[in-house]
């Protein structure tokens, strides 16, 4: 499964920024697919994750900001309310029997 993540770019604190994540060549749902960031100096850390039934969960520093969604092959997350220390690299997460990473996409939020 190849991941294409879009959406990351440079805001200031307390603004909003999407991302999307899709499988273009994918024609049937993907089990679990969801978020993971890197933020500078921290090892990879999930953000969030939605199950194709449409079950969430979410890491307790972004919940009640940001939001999951996703489609079949694809996976978005909305991102409001943004504090610099949301800063990093995020990534596109999906498993279905193997796990699958899309090309990070640098999030800065500036205060």
């Known amino acids: 499964v190849q991941l294409q993540a879009s959406g990351g770019g440079t805001v200031q604190a307390g603004e909003s920024l999407r991302l999307s994540c899709e499988a273009p060549?994918?024609?049937?749902?993907?089990?679990?697919m969801g978020w993971y960031r890197q933020l500078p100096g921290k090892q990879r850390e999930l953000v969030g994750i939605?199950?194709?039934?449409?079950i969430t969960s979410y890491a307790d520093s972004v919940r009640d900001r940001f939001t999951i969604s996703r489609g079949r092959s694809s996976v978005y997350l909305q991102m409001n309310s943004l504090k610099p220390e949301d800063s990093g690299v995020y990534y596109c997460y999906a498993k279905q029997g193997y796990e699958y990473w899309g090309q990070g996409t640098q999030v800065t939020v500036s205060s």
């Open positions: 939605i199950v194709s039934n449409g």
């Open positions: 060549e994918r024609r049937s749902s993907i089990g679990i």
